[in-house]
Structures are given as C-alpha cells and as structure tokens.
C-alpha cells in the first residue's frame, strides 16, 4: 500500500474504503503476530518499520522507511517506529461459540471506553461484542490502542440493530439503578447484557421490547453514574465466576 494512502487510514472512511486499519506500537504488533498463528488472513498484514526495527521478525511483508516517513503515517505524536497495516475482513467475528455471552453495546462513543471493554472481555474469555450503528468504529486507532491487543482476540460484530437481539438471544439482561442486585445468581442466566451510551443509557421503550431484565451494580450512592468500561467489566467478572 502507498505511504499516502496509510497515512490515510486515520479517518473512518478511509478505513473503510481501503479495508484496513493500522496497529502501532511493539507491543500491538507483537499481538497481531500471536493472533497471525491461529488466524491465517491475519498474515496478509504488511509491516512499516524504521531502522530501529530493521530485523524485526515477522511473517509479514515488511517495509523499511524512514523516521520522517513513519511520522507522516503514525497516528501518535511520538510513534516508536513500526506499525501494521491490517486488513479488516482479517477481523470478521466467527459463529457463535457454545456456552459464549453477548455484550451489546449501544451507540458507545469513546474509542477509549471500546478499547477497555475489549481488552477485559479478551481477559476473562468466552465473550463476544456486538455493538449498534452508530457507535464508535472498533478500527479506530484509539480503539486499538486502548485494546492493547484485545480487538484481535475478542469476536466482535458492527452494525447489529437493537430489534435483532430478540431474534438471536432470547433472554437478554440490562442495567438499571432500579434492577436486582448483581450478585444475585440469575444474573448468569441470560445470553446477552445490554449496555447504553455513556450518556444517554438506552431508550426506555427499546428495553420494553426487548424485555430485558434490569440489574443494579450496587454503590455508595454517592454519584449517579458509574463508567461504562468499568461497568462492563464488573459484569464480566461477575459472569466468569459463574462460568
């Protein structure tokens, strides 16, 4: 791929036209080459490196550039010198696996909140996330970073529509500050765990259809809010405990 058109995939847009995304970083990279072993399309990525990287061992095509070259491209203001270009489809989530829990996340904004929640469902396993049009795209550098490696070990599907969980999951659990307590034991017994926008929540009358059953992360009272990484990431323990 041309310089110009990496430096290109920064945007959204971009991402999407070219079909792929950039991993920047040595500790990214050297996820992506974990991933590559059980993942072969994942071997079709191509490698940027500076000097400092020259004899960096890949399975990847890698291409020697420059430090001005690798600014140009980098999303970050002090890049280390090596970065992938990673074909999306590399990332299409496989069938569901059996005993696997849905996380669904609606219209989620912050990459930063996206890449959290990835790197713990990648932490304690068996998760997949679903997220709503209109949220955060997970290629997004930010995401990415934040995942610290996740995005490549957690099954995540885009575009998936509030009105499809009842189709797929027929018990389907929320958040609410008036639900039961989450270490309640029923809490186990459902197949997707419906998560809003970090501001907004989700629309009253969508959780009405949807019939999700409402829990509480009990807290001091204190503040009216928790965030919705860590939140996720509560609920995903509580799950595995239960697994």
Avoid at 219 to 226: F, P, V, W, Y
């Amino acid at each position: 791929m041309k310089l110009d058109d990496i430096k290109k995939l920064q945007q959204k847009k971009h991402r999407e036209q070219l079909g792929h995304f950039l991993v920047e970083g040595e500790h990214l990279v050297l996820e992506l080459q974990k991933a590559a072993q059980d993942n072969p399309l994942l071997t079709r990525s191509e490698l940027y490196v500076t000097s400092t990287y020259e004899h960096w061992p890949s399975p990847f095509h890698t291409r020697l550039i420059s430090e001005r070259q690798m600014a140009q491209i980098a999303d970050t203001k002090t890049p280390q010198g090596i970065i992938a270009v990673v074909p999306n489809a590399a990332l299409t989530a496989s069938a569901p696996a059996t005993g696997e829990k849905a996380i669904y996340l609606h219209e989620v904004q912050d990459p930063g909140n996206l890449g959290t929640i990835l790197r713990s469902l990648a932490w304690f396993g068996g998760f997949r996330c679903l997220l709503s049009p209109g949220s955060v795209d997970p290629f997004n550098p930010k995401v990415v970073r934040a995942s610290m490696g996740a995005i490549f070990h957690t099954p995540f599907e885009q575009d998936v529509s509030l009105d499809a969980l009842t189709r797929r999951y027929p018990r389907i659990a929320c958040l609410d500050m008036q639900g039961t307590h989450l270490p309640d034991p029923a809490f186990g017994h459902f197949d997707c765990y419906l998560f809003g926008n970090e501001a907004r929540g989700v629309p009253a009358e969508a959780l009405q259809q949807l019939a999700a059953t409402p829990f509480t992360i009990a807290g001091s009272g204190l503040i009216d809010s928790l965030n919705l990484a860590s939140s996720v990431t509560l609920c995903a323990y509580e799950l595995s405990l239960r697994a």
